[in-house]
Antibody, heavy 119, light 113 residues
Framework: QVQLVQSGAEVKKPGASVKVSCKAS????????IHWVRQAPGQGLEWMGV????????SYTQKFQGRVTMTRDTSTSTVYMELSSLSSEDTAVYYC????????????WGQGTLVTVSS | DIVVTQSPDSLAVSLGERATINCRSS????????????LAWHQQKPGQPPKLLIY???TRESGVPDRFSGSGSGTDFTLTISSLQAEDVAVYYC?????????FGQGTRLEIK
């Protein structure tokens, strides 16, 4: 069965970076895109960007341009999302989600990774 | 960016009654090339990730109970739960995937009256 398993919770200081992983299983890794969505405490869902595992191409929303980097390791079927220059406003649960393309629906979600930014 | 707005923000419905959630996009999400509406509905229960319920505005995901249905076209959409069950308590989000940046509605919290 399809699974997206994310890395564990992180606590970071302001100005630091965080790298969250999303390990895919149960399907051919290179045939689906992986999107990243975040959710601040008690808030709604915010799309951050997408990576195409087959070639590594990425597309980021303007808000995170210059601060986010999405990469993949095809040997382990894992996608990574690194966010730099963290502030308290980046405290959120970060989700990876699978989709068949850049503009289609998410059919599977990871369990989420809580990133807390606090001094 | 396409702005997606849901109404109401919260809703309380009695068990067995109908629940209706509305979603409006700031521009049409109907693609002329395939006549499909690029809109999905997700359900999020407390402490859980979102779960896909409906895609292409009205196609129910496999395993989703048939009391959930989606309708609408263009800019106006509706999620209907025909007979509310206790396990349907959740926050519901609509999402457009017509173009990037992909955007979500603010969510509708559904509770039992």
């Amino acid at each position: 069965q399809v699974q997206l398993v994310q890395s564990g919770a992180e606590v970071k200081k302001p100005g630091a970076s965080v790298k969250v992983s999303c390990k895919a299983s149960g399907y051919t890794f290179t045939t689906y895109y992986i999107h990243w969505v975040r959710q601040a405490p008690g808030q709604g869902l915010e799309w951050m960007g997408v990576i195409i595992p087959s070639g590594g191409s990425t597309s980021y929303t303007q808000k995170f341009q210059g601060r986010v980097t999405m990469t993949r390791d095809t040997s382990t079927s894992t996608v990574y999302m690194e966010l730099s220059s963290l502030s308290s406003e980046d405290t959120a649960v970060y989700y990876c989600a699978r989709a068949a393309s850049m503009v289609t629906y998410f059919d599977y979600w990871g369990q989420g990774t809580l990133v807390t930014v606090s001094s | 960016d396409i702005v997606v707005t849901q109404s109401p923000d919260s809703l309380a419905v009695s068990l067995g009654e109908r629940a209706t959630i509305n979603c409006r996009s700031s521009q049409s999400v109907l693609h002329s090339s395939n006549n499909k509406n690029y809109l999905a509905w997700h359900q999020q229960k407390p402490g859980q990730p979102p779960k896909l319920l409906i895609y292409w505005a009205s196609t129910r995901e496999s395993g989703v109970p048939d009391r959930f249905s989606g309708s609408g076209s263009g800019t106006d959409f509706t999620l209907t739960i025909s007979s509310l069950q206790a396990e349907d308590v959740a926050v519901y989000y609509c999402q457009q995937y017509y173009t990037t940046p992909l955007t979500f509605g603010q969510g509708t919290r559904l509770e039992i009256k």
